[in-house]
């Protein structure tokens, strides 16, 4: 079965310290990875995306995430974190091309980020 | 450039009524995808439209759930009757071209089914 799985329900962090929000995957063929963040009452926002090419993608407000094929991660970081960093973050898969899941993003259950002054 | 809007935010109703759900996309997005999410998890879809053209429903539950995107364009998610255990907020997302594109979410519906 596909799925994607963020195995911290919450992650605490001092303010100007970093963060890493983990996110492992298991789906077939070569995925597309996403990175989505959602404040209260609000819809999710596109943070970032892995479709090919340089394992380190770059993202919005700072954040980044490194791909990695042999662990099949697609962890978030960011080198300083802020308060207003603080959010509910998921991680989600999209299989390539060609597989019966051709454009259904596939949803982790997301990670509460918590920064603290 | 506006969002993908939905309405309405909020909705109340009792158990076996009927209540529907608007979105209308980001303008030039011939993609449509309605999600649900329950609390404390994440998305799952629904539905997903390719124009007006519905090419995944698989997770929809066809026996009270329908959807239409007449034109292209808009859409409505119908549910007939509802049930409790449907309480969740209803996502509309919607994206252009191909797979790799991220998809830009609406801020959602919440439904209380009481």
């Known amino acids: 079965a596909q799925s994607v799985a963020q195995p911290e329900d919450q992650v605490n962090v001092a303010e100007g310290n970093p963060l890493t929000v983990k996110c492992t995957y298991s789906v077939s063929g070569n995925p597309y990875l996403f990175w989505y963040v959602q404040y209260p009452n609000r819809g999710l926002q596109f943070l970032l995306k892995?479709?090919?090419?340089?394992?380190l993608v770059k993202g919005s407000y700072g954040f980044e995430a490194e791909f990695n094929k042999s662990q099949t991660s697609f962890h978030l970081k960011k080198p300083s974190a802020l308060v207003s960093d603080s959010a509910l973050y998921f991680c989600a898969v999209r299989p390539q091309e060609g597989s019966s899941n051709t454009g259904k993003l596939i949803f982790g259950q997301g990670t509460t980020l918590q920064v603290k002054p | 450039e506006a969002g993908v809007v939905q309405s309405p935010r909020y909705k109340i109703i009792e158990k076996k009524q009927p209540v529907a759900f608007w979105c209308n996309p980001i303008s030039g997005h011939n993609t449509l995808y309605w999600y649900l999410q329950n609390l404390g998890q994440g998305p799952e879809l629904l539905i997903r439209y390719e124009n007006e053209e519905a090419v995944d429903d698989s997770q929809l539950p066809k026996d009270r759930f329908s959807a239409e995107r007449l034109k292209g364009v808009d859409s409505t998610l119908k549910i007939q009757p509802a049930e409790l255990g449907d309480s969740a907020v209803y996502l509309c997302?919607?994206?252009?071209?191909?797979?790799?594109?991220?998809?830009?979410f609406g801020p959602g519906t919440r439904l209380t089914v009481l």
């Open positions: 997302a919607s994206s252009a071209g191909s797979s790799y594109n991220e998809q830009f």
């Open positions: 892995y479709i090919t090419g340089d394992n």
